[in-house]
């Protein structure tokens, strides 16, 4: 028996034509894949904007204010400023980083610091107290917290305005005496 040559050269086209098919869409997605790579490797990376942070200080010192009734460490970068009986005035580079007041007049003081830019407030947490801080935001970007505390041995309200970056340092050093 003789086979016939017609089916299986039809057969053989047809995988031909179905191969040629199957390559075609597969050099499309490649060539979809290969522009994509090329726009993400066109594109220039740009260098990230973040404001430069303070360089860390090697030492810290402890500060003591009897009359308010607490005590904590800070950099040796600052400097006291101004220091009452009540209140204590920090600076770095000339600027103003850190104010405690726990006078009567205290309010009126520290507000004079956090009218000086934009300003927004949240709760935080403060040593197991509930305390409200506002955020001034500053000419230059330099951000302050406002907050007052309340001395857990004297009872005394003590009121500060500090530098954003210098908060955790305060909240895991501070003590309060009495």
Known sequence: MQTK???YLLLTILMIIVALVAGVQ??????????AINYLLSVTP???????????PEKYLTYKQS????????PDTLTIV??????????INKQPALYLDCGKDAMLHVTSYMLQGKVATQEAQFQNQNIKITLTTLDKGNKQLFFS??????????????????????????????
């Open 5 to 7: 040559k017609g089916p």
């Open 82 to 91: 101004r220091e009452t009986t009540t209140s204590a005035e920090f600076a």
């Open 26 to 35: 597969l050099g499309r997605q490649v060539e979809q894949t290969n522009k």
């Open 149 to 178: 505390i309340i001395n857990t041995q004297s009872g005394k309200t003590i009121w500060m305005t500090i530098r954003e970056y210098l908060y955790p340092l305060l909240e895991k050093t501070v003590e309060f005496i009495p």
């Open 46 to 56: 740009r260098p990230p904007t973040a404001a430069p942070t303070p360089k860390l």
């Open 67 to 74: 009359q308010c009734g607490l005590q904590f460490l800070y």
